[in-house]
């Protein structure tokens, strides 16, 4: 009776060892799936530490963009206007003439410039009538007369005044026509001495000039 229950014992503790071998290699299985799981692949682009590689710079559409600095434009700066050519000056109290035209100072007032538009400032200023005769053949535009005062050898722009009595000219002046137009002109007492005035009636033409001391009033 002792020797049939021996195989008995021994066919359960072999099976109780496979059992248990199975065990340990499917826990050994699982071990290297969760650790082959936990290694980065090299083209994942992450670090270990799941945070994106410092060193990839590459887009799915291609490579990253490099920023670049736009280089600045050249601003091209507009030339100065083509002075009007101008005929010899002759003195204030002279007519001066040219092609189809014929221009006179025929008087000069001093007067007291008068504040019409923000910037003016109330000073001495010179009123000159201008008298224009068309001795050409063809209407003249008026509209295109620019009368103009400057101060000294270095010709410093004297500053206009619309009042009192300012009447520039315009309209169209028929052949043997007179017409007279009123401008003023700032310039101090003490630089009346030696002034130019210029009348532009025409773009394609020298102007006509004046120089000399203001006339006393």
Not at 93 to 121: N, R, W, Y
Not at 168 to 179: C, E, I, K, N, Y
């Amino acid at each position: 009776m002792a020797d049939t229950g021996a195989p008995a014992e021994g066919g359960s503790r072999t099976r109780t060892a496979w059992i248990l071998g199975a065990v340990a290699v499917a826990v050994l299985v699982i071990v290297a799936v969760l650790f082959v799981r936990g290694i980065p692949s090299s083209s994942s682009g992450a670090s270990p530490t799941g945070l994106p590689s410092p060193t990839s710079t590459a887009t799915p559409n291609g490579p990253a963009d490099v920023p670049t600095t736009p280089s600045p434009q050249a601003s091209a700066e507009p030339s100065d206007p083509t002075p009007v050519p101008e005929l010899a000056p002759v003195a204030p109290q002279q007519p001066a003439t040219a092609a189809g035209i014929q221009v006179a100072l025929t008087s000069f007032e001093s007067v007291t410039g008068e504040v019409v538009v923000p910037g003016e400032v109330q000073a001495a200023a010179v009123r000159v009538t201008v008298q224009i005769t068309n001795t050409g053949q063809a209407p003249l535009d008026l509209n295109l007369v620019v009368v103009s005062a400057y101060m000294g050898e270095q010709r410093d722009p004297a500053e206009t005044y619309q009042q009192p009595g300012g009447m520039p000219v315009s309209g169209s002046l028929d052949p043997g026509a007179t017409a007279s137009g009123v401008y003023l002109f700032r310039i101090p007492d003490d630089r009346r001495s030696d002034v130019t005035f210029v009348v532009d009636y025409r773009g394609d033409e020298p102007a006509l000039t004046w120089r000399g001391a203001v006339p006393q009033s």
